[in-house]
């Protein structure tokens, strides 16, 4: 532009025409107008320019002051994790203290009532069959068919299980109305009215009596098999849970085996015998009514469900019998705050919830394990099932004696192998070894008319059936059901499952006799294949809870469900944590 300007000057000095002078002065003008606005436009986009880098400036402190926060949070996770893995580790310290095994002890009474009951019925089969026909014959002045009295016994066998599924679905809501305590105590009331109805039936000259006992007692047993392993996993110290958990399924094979041996004909296994024998029912409940009220309420429903802390610390300072519970107050907090938008929850909130609905399939699946697995069909009818392998009938009882002796040894047994082989493994070789044996039974069964001696082999089969019952799924189906929930979805959780395990109950007591009849020697052949498909589930899908906070086990599932995943630190960071580590 400036040589224009030149050319334009040199021109004006060769000619003195005026209007080209006019022309060029008037271009030049425009030229420098033009000239002004770029600079402007500079001007401008220079101080744009200083903008930019003002905020740019501004961004970059922000930036700093973020990774800043980021190392101080960085600094606080550490904390924390090594805060939670020293209250871990001393929670892992504590030990079996006295009150703490009186306490276990008043409440597993519950479990060893439906331990009786299951296996009441079972040795007086013909006496009970007999009372019906005479009282038949009584009313209508003829003789009932044998097939409409097995008929009546099966109800009488059945209806337990349906009582037990009213029980077991009210159990949660009885749990959180009168807490796992309150719940129990007054579910004895039931006990002692079922076992008087049942204990009168034959001065009362009624079979219906007899059904009507038997569901009460159901009801009882149910509300027993939901309440018990919820009060203990609650009272339990963590590195006890699993083999605490356990004692559940030891009470339930000593009330087996003390109905077995009762029911021998040397003892009340007779015509007038069998009505007391059914009346002993009380005995459980009254001796639980008597020891149970000295022991506190479970500290969790204090702490979390009722936010009463100073009872809660004194039912920990009991059961711990120490003053130092503050570890076990702060783990209890940790879960209240883990699942404070689950708190109260609804079963149908259960249901839908995606974070929950993994566990719920899993201890749902666990419970049809245990009664699917067959095992009921030997509690119910292993002495019909012994003397129709070959067997006297006196041989079949004490036979059925042998099965409640071994399932109280291997339960004692598992009780130091549940913290330490784990839950999980122990399962998965107790549904295997059932699996193995269920399909000598067939076997058995099948060839005992060639060879005499196979009757033996089914009686050896149905032992070692029990005994791999008894290493895992006999306990551990009660037991990671409490486990694998915190307190608030807890009671629906065990309701749920239990109201599951008592219908599987129910199946297996009705419809095993027809089953029997219609499968005759290959009557253990579906049970073999439930039980291959629960030893798959268990593989794939079920986790290690051993050592496991109730916060670890919650984690473990909002983690994507990864069975591995527990073994990570906890990436969520509750900021009232804060309060616990400046403590």
């Not at 986009?45 to 990774?67: F, G, N, P, Y």
Request: net charge negative; charged share 20%; proline share 3%.
């Amino acid at each position: 532009m400036s040589m224009n300007l030149s050319a334009k000057l040199d021109e004006l000095q060769r000619g003195d025409r005026q209007l080209e002078t006019t022309v060029a002065l008037c271009e030049i003008r425009t030229q420098l107008q033009e000239l002004t606005k770029s600079v402007e436009s500079c001007q401008s986009e220079v101080s744009e320019v200083k903008r930019d880098m003002v905020a740019i400036k501004h961004e970059l402190d922000t930036v700093q002051q973020v990774k800043e926060e980021i190392e101080e949070l960085r600094e606080y996770v550490d904390r924390l994790e090594e805060h939670s893995h020293r209250r871990k580790l001393r929670l892992l310290e504590q030990g079996l203290t006295l009150f703490l095994s009186y306490a276990i002890l008043a409440a597993v009474l519950g479990m060893l009532q439906f331990g009786y009951n299951t296996g009441v019925i079972n040795a007086p089969e013909v006496n009970i069959e007999n009372f019906m026909k005479d009282v038949y014959k009584d009313r209508y002045g003829e003789d009932i068919s044998d097939d409409y009295v097995k008929r009546l016994y099966s109800v009488a066998v059945s209806i337990f299980a349906i009582g037990g599924m009213l029980g077991g679905f009210s159990g949660g809501i009885i749990a959180n109305r009168f807490g796992r305590k309150g719940g129990l105590l007054l579910n004895n009331v039931l006990g002692i009215v079922g076992g008087c109805l049942m204990g009168f039936t034959k001065m009362a000259h009624s079979y219906e009596m007899l059904f009507f006992g038997r569901f009460i007692i159901g009801v009882n047993c149910g509300l027993n098999t939901s309440l018990v392993p919820m009060y203990i996993s609650e009272i339990a110290p963590l590195n006890l849970r699993g083999g605490l958990g356990t004692v559940n399924q030891l009470a339930v094979t000593v009330g087996l085996l003390v109905s077995q041996v009762l029911g021998i004909e040397q003892i009340l296994g007779t015509d007038e015998g069998w009505p007391v024998l059914l009346l002993l029912a009380i005995c459980p409940a009254i001796l639980q009514l008597l020891l149970l009220p000295v022991c506190p309420e479970s500290p969790r429903y204090l702490l979390i469900t009722k936010q009463w802390e100073e009872e809660a610390r004194k039912a920990l300072r009991r059961l711990r019998a120490s003053n130092q519970v503050e570890e076990d107050i702060e783990e209890m907090r940790a879960e209240e705050r883990a699942q404070q938008a689950e708190s109260r929850i609804s079963m149908t909130e259960l249901i839908c919830s995606p974070t929950l609905r993994a566990p719920l399939i899993i201890g749902v699946v666990m419970q049809l394990s245990q009664q699917l697995s067959g095992i009921n069909a030997v509690f119910y009818y292993s002495t019909n099932l012994y003397t129709s392998s070959g067997l006297t009938e006196e041989s079949a009882k004490f036979a059925t004696i042998g099965i409640g002796s071994i399932m109280v040894v291997m339960t004692l047994v598992s009780i130091p192998l549940m913290d330490r082989t784990g839950r999980r493994t122990l399962h998965l070789y107790g549904l295997g070894g059932m699996f193995i044996f269920s399909i000598f039974i067939t076997i058995s069964f099948l060839i005992k008319e060639m060879i005499d001696w196979m009757s033996y082999l089914s009686v050896v089969s149905t032992l070692f059936f029990v005994v791999f019952f008894a290493v895992g799924p006999g306990s551990i189906p009660w037991m990671i059901t409490a486990e694998l929930f915190s307190q608030g979805p807890r009671p629906a959780a065990m309701s749920i499952a239990v109201l599951v395990n008592w219908i599987a109950n129910f199946v297996v007591g009705i419809g095993f006799p027809s089953m029997k009849t219609s499968l005759e020697n290959y009557t253990f052949l579906p049970f073999s294949a439930f039980l291959a498909i629960f030893w798959i589930f268990t593989y794939k899908q079920v986790p290690e809870t051993k050592n496991k906070t109730f916060e670890e086990i919650l984690a473990l599932f909002r983690h994507g469900n990864d069975r591995y995943a527990i073994n990570k630190p906890l990436n969520t960071i509750p900021n009232t944590y804060s309060k616990s580590l400046d403590r």
